[in-house]
């Protein structure tokens, strides 16, 4: 299959299957945005569940949900006010806007040139000089567009962790090494979108700030970096397709910054950075705000600024990197009616169980016999622990394929047999086995498969 291909087919089934929308689509859409449909939404749930568990299942993490607005003043002390720009450049001809540092990643505007990159434009002279553009959305408090009510849409959600910082210590009494999570929305208003979800104006972050002596942080730079790559295999990213890329080019915040890439089918791209931000943020907050941002060590009676280490992935990055990972079309051997055998093509996102949005569907074999209300049964049953998919339309081959089409790792079926001992065919989604088990393990069964 052509790499580029699998990015239009994941986006088409996005929407066939109800992953992923287009932003205010009745409408004709709003460039750089977008919902998440009915399987979607578990998918990115059960992301975020999954990095909050790998996070904050530890005695040295805590969670954090602080407010998307923030006082001005926060990004003043972050840098984000003066710092957070891209170049931009404007195109004399087509009059499109684009950002001139990735002019080699980006279409050029015009109908004219369809598909020529934009840096070939830029050769030729067609653009203006590049100015900064600060990619932070802008709005005002009350009523009045004055400059003394400006807020910004928070471009990350670390800033709300360091003003935390003195409120998570004293009420959570813990001491150095420890860290703060926070999954939260974050803005940013891109020059160009692009990517289907790679990159968008709002987007979701998993971000946490690993608080540590400044002594330690080449240690705990390499800790956080080995655990986040696991983490991305653990859930089903093939360990080839991840390359660590090492920043020559250092945000203003930072002393050492790696980031972890997934190979997309345009290329590898940025899924989550690791940074050492040193003591610039709580220092910064120190300046600003007037508070000490300060960590007093009870055995060495050392009062100090601690160092940051940065784990900053995204939420619906991952989610693309997960869908990609797991798209696949194979072809199968099917049984028709009259015994023959023929081959079939099935498209199959093998997401790891507990990344997919149905856990379990199920089925009656066929719609009589008693076989539904049975099936209902266990569908209720198994409602009590899992998303369940109930289906009794069309051949039972055919629920297969659109089950595997959503992820989904295991369907149960009712048959006859079920009818006579209880029993019902368990199948697993990748390998097509099926097993027979009692109807009453299956809750345990699918349990045990969703163990990490
Ligand atoms: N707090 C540090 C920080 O925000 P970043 O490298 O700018 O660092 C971290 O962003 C992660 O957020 C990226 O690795 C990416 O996964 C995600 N991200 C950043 N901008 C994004 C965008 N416009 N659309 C989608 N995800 C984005």
Known sequence: MAKVDITEKVVSL????????????????LNGCYDYGPLGVELLK???????????????????????????????????????????????ECKCRFRADILEEI??????????????????????????????????????????????????????????FLNVKESSRQKLPFGIAQI????????????????????????????????????????WKEQRINWFVKY??????????????????AKSAVDIEYEFPFGFGEIEGIHNRTDFDLKRHTEYSGKRLEYFDDQTKEKFTPYVIETSAG???????????????????????????????RTILHLHPALAPIKVAVFPLV????????????????????????????????????????????CVTVDSETLENSTVTIRERDSMVQERISKDKITEYIHEKLRI
């Not at 505007?109 to 653009?127: L, N, P, T, V």
């Not at 089903?236 to 915040?253: D, P, Q, T």
């Not at 990055?317 to 696949?328: E, G, K, P, Q, T």
């Not at 369940?388 to 595997?404: E, L």
């Open 184 to 223: 939260g929305k974050a803005f940013r208003n891109e020059i160009n979108t692009k990517n289907f979800l790679f990159r968008t104006r709002e987007f979701e972050q998993m971000e946490m700030q690993f608080f540590i002596r400044p002594e330690e942080d080449a240690k705990w730079f390499e800790y």
């Open 315 to 345: 939420a619906s990055r991952s989610f693309m990197a997960f869908l990609i990972n797991a798209y696949d079309e194979e072809e199968v051997t099917k049984e028709n009616s009259d015994g023959s055998k023929s081959t079939e093509m």
């Open 46 to 92: 059960n992301v975020k569940e999954a990095w909050w568990k790998d996070m904050t299942f530890r005695e040295n993490i805590e969670g954090l949900d602080a407010s998307i607005l923030m006082h001005p003043r926060v990004w003043e002390a972050s840098g984000h006010v003066e710092n957070f720009t891209d170049p931009m450049v404007d195109c004399k």
């Open 107 to 164: 279409d050029c505007g015009s109908k004219a040139y369809k598909g020529r990159k934009a840096i070939k434009c830029q050769q030729e002279g067609k653009f203006t000089e590049a100015r900064n553009f600060n990619l932070m959305f802008k709005s005002h408090i009350g009523p009045m567009e004055d400059s003394t009510n400006v807020v910004y849409l928070r471009p990350e959600t670390a800033q709300g962790i360091y003003v935390n």
């Open 367 to 410: 719609n009589r016999d008693g076989m539904q209300d049975i099936a209902h049964n266990i569908t209720e049953d198994l409602r009590n622990n899992f998303k369940v998919f109930y289906d009794d339309s069309g051949a039972v081959g055919r629920r297969y394929r659109r089950q595997d089409e959503c992820g989904t790792p295991f």
């Open 14 to 29: 996005s929407k066939r299957r109800g992953f992923v929308f287009q932003s205010s689509e009745i409408y004709g859409g």
């Open 236 to 253: 089903g990213i093939k360990r080839e397709k991840l390359n660590i890329h090492e920043h020559e080019k250092l945000a203003h915040y």
